[in-house]
């Protein structure tokens, strides 16, 4: 397979609360890592390369090692940085040179069906950059030092997901003039488009939700079928 899927684990989980990496936060005897990989090896064969937090490569490599049964595919560890942005790129050095599409997903979207995960790499192009995003279901509102100050037109938003497919080289240039420009981007969609790439939407899931707060946290061991804390 000439895809590849870079699992940003590297985050510390400072909103989780739970006093280690978010990664690596069991949710019913499987950690949040564990999990997210679960749905990898269980999506098209491709080169999977983890971000782990720094201290925490071995218990990303075991997770991975318990994922990949059948020890078919390239998989390494690699270390991550102090934002997203900065772990994204570090998984981009391990890629093979053989690559040609490269997903971004984040490992706290622990329980992303593996259907997403295909979908995503199937509809990458050499043209265009994919995710997965659902339409928004809250009312939302403008507001400004605590008073509403307008209504937002909700059909004209999604709430994006991972993972996030590119074409590989487009990719990289981005994240090169990204690191030169010294520009944070809130994910890889908006870094590429901020390079002059297109993106393209496609229907995303509600299993796909990111693990951030201790809630969320409580709806995946509900999912699971895990005992509750
Ligand atoms: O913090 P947040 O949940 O938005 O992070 C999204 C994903 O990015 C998580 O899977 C997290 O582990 C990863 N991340 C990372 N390196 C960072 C920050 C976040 O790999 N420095």
Same mark, same amino acid.
């Given at each position: ?11 510390? /989980?400072? &909103? *989780? ?31 999977? $390369? $983890?971000?782990?937090?720094?201290? %925490?490569? @071995? ?12 020890? /078919?595919?390239?998989? =390494? ?7 997203? @942005?900065? =772990? ?17 997903? !984040?490992?706290? &979207?622990?329980?992303?069906?593996? =259907?997403?995960? !295909? ?6 192009? =050499? +043209? ?19 008073? $509403?100050?307008?209504?937002?037109? &909700? ?10 497919? %590119?074409?590989?080289?487009? *990719? ?11 520009? +944070?981007?809130? !994910? !890889?969609?908006?870094? %590429? ?12 899931? +509600?299993?796909? %939700? ?12 509900? *999912? $699971? ?5």
């Amino acid at each position: 397979s000439t895809t590849a899927i870079i699992v940003v684990a590297a985050g510390s /989980g400072t &909103r *989780l609360g739970a006093g280690a990496p978010k990664a690596l936060v069991d949710i019913d005897g499987r950690t949040v890592l564990r999990h997210a990989l679960d749905g990898v090896f269980a999506a098209a064969p491709m080169q999977v $390369v $983890v971000v782990a937090p720094a201290g %925490f490569e @071995q218990a990303a490599a075991d997770a991975l090692l318990d994922a990949d049964r059948d020890r /078919g595919r390239r998989a =390494s560890v690699v270390v991550g940085g102090e934002t997203r @942005q900065e =772990s994204v790129a570090a998984g981009l050095a391990a890629l093979h040179p053989e690559i040609e599409v490269v997903l971004v997903h !984040d490992a706290a &979207r622990a329980l992303t069906p593996a =259907s997403q995960i !295909d979908a995503v790499a199937g509809a990458v192009n =050499s +043209e265009v950059g994919v995710i997965p995003a659902l339409p928004v279901v809250d009312t939302l509102k403008q507001v400004s030092g605590g008073e $509403v100050v307008g209504p937002v037109d &909700r059909s004209l938003l999604a709430a994006a997901q991972t993972p996030q497919g %590119f074409p590989r080289q487009p *990719l990289l240039a981005a994240y090169e003039r990204a690191a030169r420009a010294g520009d +944070e981007h809130t !994910d !890889d969609a908006a870094l %590429f488009a901020a390079a002059g790439g297109t993106v393209r939407s496609i229907p995303g899931s +509600e299993r796909a %939700f990111k693990i951030t707060t201790p809630a969320d946290l409580e709806h995946a061991r509900m *999912l $699971v079928g895990g005992p509750m804390p």
